[in-house]
């Protein structure tokens, strides 16, 4: 095994362990799908990759609420897009990539949960 290959199994096993303990941009997803039409979320803005993991996906931050049919679309429009990362390279996002708000170039919150009134559940990362 070269040591790319070591580096790159070693970033999908830290990624597949963050996705254990937040949401992920396919059970966003699923979840935005369930949602009642008219029915609202915390504000989500432009996706971008995570600062704290190139390889994960971030939203800016908003206040106030959107509709979860817009959440919706700017999700599946990041589904298997590729981001550029901080410092470079490009990402793909799947639907097993852990999802944040986090502004761009900053390390931000993860997203844990949708609560049923629509208000984004985050936590810091551990």
């Known amino acids: 095994m070269s040591m790319q290959e070591l580096i790159d199994a070693m970033g ?3 990624r597949r362990e963050r996705s254990e303990s937040q ?8 979840h935005l799908s369930d949602l009642p039409d008219g029915a609202k979320i915390s504000t989500i803005g432009e996706p971008h990759s995570y600062r704290g993991y190139y ?9 106030g609420e959107m509709s ?3 959440a919706l679309a700017m999700c599946n429009e990041a589904l298997g897009k590729e981001f550029t990362g901080y410092k470079g390279g ?5 639907e097993d990539t852990p999802v944040w708000v986090a502004s761009r170039g900053g390390c931000g919150m993860k997203i844990v949960s949708i609560g ?5 559940e985050l936590k810091d990362d551990e």
Do not use: V
């Open 68 to 70: 979860a049919k817009d």
């Open 23 to 30: 949401m992920t941009l396919g059970e966003m997803i699923e």
């Open 12 to 14: 999908e096993k830290w």
């Open 90 to 94: 490009e990402f793909l996002m799947e």
């Open 55 to 63: 390889s994960d996906l971030a939203f800016e931050g908003g206040s």
């Open 116 to 120: 049923p009134d629509g208000k984004l």
